[in-house]
């Protein structure tokens, strides 16, 4: 009993400790990506002081019940404080976590941990650390850099040497990525100039594909690949007499410089000067969201309106730059001959209040 008690004390004190901003790890668990042995990290024990405290103007909105604190499941609380112990451990040796061979187990277990705070308002103070502190520079490595990790629990980051006659669409056929995506990935302005035996950074996604969590209340778009945070967007959302659906849905249609159909039935083509919906159109498969003409896009209308406000027909707004960035790391849709939906990719959006 003994025993029992002072455990249950351990763990309340880690909770409380990263409530605090600093925390301590615990034991070794041989089921953990990180902490394991054949993945050569050493997990020290010591407290952990976090090394950036939270960020402001990330753009989203203070959610409900601000001062209370929850508590995440007990064993993702354990990996996560094994993953902070890593993470100092690497930055006390004067290391990047980010450039650490194994950045994406860490990243699992950090968008693990986010994913949790999703289904409680009383763990927003530790969502924006982890977006602040922990998944933005992991993403924007893992997802932004020419940095390939060589991870053995994840391996989708692959190292592509092109071979003659390849081009970025017939690469990333190969792994599910759209051509646009490969391009990103490896700051490729004109395709034209790549060259067999160049190498290239390429995500396999065939299997586990894209994610995107909407939260109309704080006014987000999270944006996953393989499971992994990537980035987090500004969004506006539906007018209160025209709201955004809440439901889950695969997109069906990715269409660059769309036309818009208004509300009331007028087709405007994309540079109209009344056609408001920006660069990209992320349709939302209709059966899934029970509801026809929802989907994310950019905005051409008055820029104060694009996110941050409740002011669309019912779909998700974003900035134009962002709204671009997302169709490009999306993949092509595309439909057999009896009218089946099919992906290079898995692509589905979670809209929630």
């Given at each position: 009993?003994?025993?029992?008690?002072?455990?249950?004390?351990?763990?309340?004190?880690?909770w409380?400790?990263?409530?605090?901003?600093?925390?301590?790890?615990?034991?070794?668990?041989?089921?953990?990506?990180?902490a394991?042995?054949?993945?050569?990290?050493?997990?020290?024990?010591?407290?952990?002081?976090?090394?950036?405290?939270?960020?402001?103007?990330?753009?989203?909105?203070?959610?409900?019940?601000?001062?209370?604190?929850?508590?995440?499941?007990?064993?993702?609380?354990?990996?996560?404080a094994?993953?902070?112990?890593?993470?100092?451990?690497?930055?006390e040796?004067?290391?990047?976590?980010?450039?650490?061979?194994q950045?994406?187990s860490?990243?699992?277990?950090?968008?693990?941990?986010l994913?949790?705070?999703?289904?409680?308002?009383?763990?927003?103070?530790?969502?924006?650390r982890?977006?602040?502190?922990?998944?933005?520079?992991?993403?924007?490595?893992?997802?932004f850099?020419?940095?390939?990790?060589?991870?053995?629990?994840?391996?989708?980051?692959?190292?592509?040497?092109?071979?003659?006659?390849?081009?970025?669409d017939?690469?990333?056929?190969?792994?599910?990525?759209?051509?646009?995506?490969?391009?990103?990935?490896?700051?490729?302005?004109?395709?034209?100039?790549?060259?067999?035996?160049?190498?290239?950074?390429?995500?396999?996604?065939?299997?586990?594909?894209f994610?995107?969590?909407?939260?109309?209340?704080?006014?987000?778009?999270?944006?996953?690949?393989?499971?992994l945070?990537?980035?987090?967007?500004?969004?506006?959302?539906?007018?209160?007499?025209?709201?955004?659906?809440?439901?889950?849905?695969?997109?069906?249609?990715?269409?660059?410089?769309?036309?818009?159909?208004?509300?009331?039935?007028?087709?405007?083509p994309?540079?109209?000067?009344?056609?408001?919906?920006?660069?990209?159109?992320?349709?939302?498969?209709?059966?899934e969201?029970?509801?026809?003409?929802?989907?994310?896009?950019?905005?051409?209308?008055d820029?104060?309106?694009?996110?941050?406000?409740?002011?669309?027909?019912?779909?998700?707004?974003?900035?134009?730059?962002?709204?671009?960035?997302?169709?490009?790391?999306?993949?092509?849709?595309?439909?057999?001959?009896?009218?089946?939906?099919?992906?290079?990719?898995?692509?589905?959006v979670?809209?929630?209040?």
């Amino acid at each position: 009993m003994k025993k029992l008690v002072v455990l249950a004390l351990i763990a309340g004190g880690l909770w409380y400790a990263w409530n605090r901003g600093w925390l301590g790890a615990t034991a070794d668990d041989a089921q953990d990506p990180v902490a394991s042995a054949q993945d050569g990290i050493a997990i020290d024990g010591d407290d952990l002081q976090l090394d950036t405290p939270p960020q402001s103007g990330n753009d989203s909105q203070p959610p409900a019940n601000e001062g209370q604190r929850g508590s995440l499941p007990p064993d993702l609380a354990k990996r996560m404080a094994r993953a902070d112990a890593e993470w100092k451990r690497l930055v006390e040796a004067g290391e990047d976590p980010t450039l650490h061979r194994q950045a994406p187990s860490l990243a699992r277990i950090y968008s693990d941990a986010l994913m949790a705070t999703y289904n409680d308002p009383t763990l927003a103070s530790l969502q924006r650390r982890l977006i602040d502190t922990r998944l933005t520079p992991l993403g924007d490595r893992l997802f932004f850099s020419r940095f390939i990790p060589d991870d053995p629990n994840l391996p989708m980051f692959v190292r592509h040497i092109v071979s003659s006659g390849e081009n970025p669409d017939r690469i990333g056929r190969q792994y599910g990525m759209s051509a646009e995506h490969v391009m990103l990935v490896n700051d490729i302005d004109d395709p034209r100039r790549l060259r067999a035996g160049d190498p290239l950074k390429v995500i396999n996604v065939k299997e586990d594909g894209f994610f995107i969590h909407v939260s109309k209340s704080q006014f987000t778009l999270d944006f996953f690949i393989c499971g992994l945070f990537a980035r987090r967007y500004p969004v506006g959302i539906g007018h209160p007499e025209t709201p955004t659906p809440v439901g889950r849905a695969r997109i069906d249609l990715r269409e660059w410089h769309p036309q818009w159909t208004t509300p009331e039935g007028q087709v405007l083509p994309y540079g109209h000067p009344d056609n408001i919906l920006g660069p990209v159109w992320l349709r939302l498969k209709q059966a899934e969201i029970n509801q026809g003409g929802i989907g994310i896009h950019g905005f051409d209308g008055d820029p104060d309106q694009a996110v941050r406000v409740r002011g669309s027909n019912g779909c998700v707004r974003m900035r134009n730059d962002d709204a671009i960035q997302v169709y490009r790391m999306l993949t092509r849709v595309q439909y057999d001959s009896n009218g089946a939906l099919l992906q290079r990719a898995p692509m589905w959006v979670r809209i929630v209040e």
